[in-house]
């Protein structure tokens, strides 16, 4: 496995949009001044969305999937509406009303926040610090334990990561966007737990990203797809604990699971059952999948 480059650099727009899905959906933020800013623009927004019976979760959903693949997020407005439910008659007019309220909103966040930019660098910079250090081993092993005899034909996709970095809104978030092929993470300036190193988050998404290049993500099921997200969690905590990023004797999978926002608490009685059968077992980590998303459909 060649050295697999991670390229750093901050997203603000991506920023916004996950400020706006935090704020609109009512969860909560780390940052007081952020809902705060948000809270009147963006009600607004629901009441009008709400008043024809479109749906509001998807909207934002749309608008932040969007900004994940690096749209810009007024210019998502009509995609967000169109999978919100909105009909071909109303949505010119519903557009016009929603941009003028997420411009003024951003105009806030940037007045709010003026150097967000170089703050979000500031922040990630021990994180970065600490995956230069000692990243590339977690890749290695990580790719060594998931590909087995077959490490050395695993090919290097682009044999690079971009990796953006956000403002802290969730206090603890990243994903992995298949289609832009990029991780995105918000960028803690400390551990959210000491228990679970922030390192071990970036460690899990880039490994997925990569397995995901190498396995076609998009042609497998989304049961499936699940399952490996799951199933590579498991696999970061169990290398985590070779390279003593993880001390306790079991592994803390429910509280990953929670951490990471991976799946259901209904589910985790399903994984760690998974785990306890397949921990000493020598079946190759695609095999270990298969009987995991099967647990995981009988529970």
């Not at 966007?177 to 551990?191: F, K, N």
């Given at each position: 496995?060649?050295?697999?480059?991670?390229r750093?650099s901050v997203?603000?727009?991506?920023?916004f949009?996950?400020?706006?899905?935090?704020?609109?959906?009512?969860?909560?933020?780390?940052?007081?001044?952020?809902?705060?800013?948000?809270?009147?623009?963006?009600?607004?927004?629901?009441?009008?969305?709400?008043?024809?019976s479109?749906?509001?979760?998807?909207?934002?959903?749309?608008?932040?999937?969007?900004?994940?693949?690096?749209?810009?997020?007024?210019?998502?407005?009509?995609?967000?509406?169109?999978?919100?439910?909105?009909?071909?008659l109303?949505?010119?007019?519903?557009?016009?009303?929603?941009a003028?309220?997420?411009?003024?909103?951003?105009?806030d966040?940037?007045?709010?926040?003026p150097?967000?930019?170089?703050?979000?660098?500031?922040?990630?910079?021990?994180?970065?610090?600490?995956?230069?250090?000692?990243?590339?081993?977690l890749?290695?092993?990580?790719?060594?334990?998931?590909?087995?005899?077959?490490?050395?034909?695993e090919?290097?996709?682009?044999?690079q990561?971009?990796?953006?970095?956000i403002?802290?809104?969730?206090?603890?978030?990243?994903?992995v966007?298949?289609e832009?092929?990029?991780?995105?993470?918000?960028?803690?300036?400390?551990d959210?737990?000491?228990e679970?190193?922030?390192i071990?988050?970036?460690?899990?998404?880039?490994?997925?990203?990569?397995?995901?290049?190498?396995?076609?993500?998009?042609?497998?099921?989304k049961?499936?797809?699940?399952a490996?997200?799951?199933?590579?969690?498991?696999?970061c905590?169990?290398?985590?604990?070779?390279?003593?990023?993880?001390?306790?004797?079991?592994?803390?999978?429910?509280?990953?699971?929670e951490?990471?926002?991976?799946?259901?608490?209904?589910?985790?009685?399903?994984?760690?059952?998974?785990?306890?059968?397949?921990?000493?077992?020598?079946?190759?980590?695609?095999?270990?999948?298969?009987?995991?998303?099967?647990?995981?459909?009988a529970?």
């Amino acid at each position: 496995m060649n050295r697999v480059a991670v390229r750093w650099s901050v997203d603000v727009e991506l920023s916004f949009a996950q400020a706006l899905y935090v704020v609109a959906l009512g969860e909560a933020t780390v940052d007081p001044t952020v809902k705060t800013v948000l809270t009147q623009s963006v009600q607004t927004i629901n009441d009008r969305l709400l008043t024809h019976s479109l749906d509001l979760a998807s909207f934002w959903e749309t608008l932040r999937s969007s900004a994940q693949c690096g749209s810009e997020v007024l210019a998502s407005i009509p995609d967000s509406l169109d999978s919100a439910g909105c009909s071909e008659l109303m949505i010119e007019n519903a557009q016009r009303q929603v941009a003028t309220l997420l411009a003024d909103s951003r105009q806030d966040m940037e007045q709010a926040f003026p150097q967000l930019a170089a703050q979000i660098e500031l922040r990630y910079r021990p994180l970065r610090d600490r995956w230069e250090t000692c990243g590339f081993g977690l890749l290695r092993t990580l790719a060594k334990g998931f590909w087995g005899g077959n490490f050395a034909a695993e090919p290097d996709v682009k044999n690079q990561i971009p990796l953006v970095m956000i403002q802290p809104i969730r206090g603890g978030d990243g994903g992995v966007d298949a289609e832009a092929g990029r991780v995105w993470m918000e960028a803690m300036l400390t551990d959210v737990d000491p228990e679970v190193p922030e390192i071990l988050r970036l460690a899990f998404f880039n490994h997925l990203l990569l397995v995901m290049r190498t396995l076609n993500f998009d042609h497998l099921s989304k049961e499936m797809r699940h399952a490996y997200r799951l199933a590579i969690m498991v696999q970061c905590l169990e290398v985590g604990g070779e390279f003593d990023l993880i001390r306790s004797g079991d592994l803390p999978i429910g509280r990953v699971m929670e951490l990471w926002r991976i799946g259901d608490t209904s589910e985790v009685g399903a994984v760690v059952s998974w785990w306890e059968e397949m921990s000493s077992a020598d079946d190759p980590w695609p095999i270990r999948v298969q009987r995991l998303s099967a647990e995981l459909a009988a529970a």
